[in-house]
């Protein structure tokens, strides 16, 4: 099956969003890292905090990801969003069904 879409324009946007999203999963899911309890943080073991550090850079990491994104699929600034962006010219709404149908004939 062919792809009848334009070609993706924003490769190296969706490659940074992966890898910026692996290291966020990779990071607590490769035990070997951080199954020790030295060095401790106070009275945490490094096991603990280790993890808890987690917390707020996946956030961040997530957040960055959510970005760039946003910003990859917002469409251009003279509106051309295709023709999806353009009610239909009979006004029936974007499904194609009559407003009072339910898919029935009238």
Do not use: N
């Amino acid at each position: 099956m062919t792809h009848s879409g334009p070609p993706r324009t924003h490769t190296g946007a969706w490659v940074l969003v992966t890898i910026l999203l692996l290291v966020a999963v990779l990071g607590t899911l490769i035990v070997p890292i951080y199954a020790r309890s030295s060095p401790k943080l106070g009275s945490f073991p490094f096991f603990y905090w280790y993890q808890l550090l987690w917390v707020p850079v996946v956030a961040l990491l997530t957040t960055i990801c959510y970005l760039i994104t946003t910003r990859v699929a917002r469409p251009a600034p003279d509106g051309g969003g295709g023709p999806a962006a353009s009610p239909p010219p009979d006004g029936q709404p974007l499904g194609g069904q009559p407003l009072g149908g339910r898919g029935e004939a009238s």
